[in-house]
């Protein structure tokens, strides 16, 4: 009769999820940073949507156009006084360049 391998205890463990860069959000990682062109002074919430969890069309206001359901986005809301009310959800592109144009539409 073969000889069997001994098993082995799972000696891998897994180690907490690092949070010091944002905080966890169901699967989506959320970090401050600086706000758009006018809004500069201000910190804004950053929350990434992958594309399969895009559902709904909405309308950039970093370019005015609209972001279509199956498209990965941002979304984005002041992190002092933001509620639902005030989150914006922007093309990717968009936020990156928010620094160096201003916004085509205003919030409302």
Known sequence: MPR???????????????????SLFGSAMMRQEAGPAGYADESFIVRTIPGAR??????????????RPGVAHLVTWPAEYGGAEDRRHWH???WSGRSTRGLTRRWS
């Open 4 to 22: 069997r391998k001994p098993q082995r205890k799972n000696t891998r463990r897994s180690a907490p999820p690092d949070t010091s860069e944002g």
């Open 54 to 67: 895009a559902t709904k069309s909405y309308r950039c206001p970093g370019c005015d156009h609209d972001i």
């Open 92 to 94: 990717t592109g968009c």
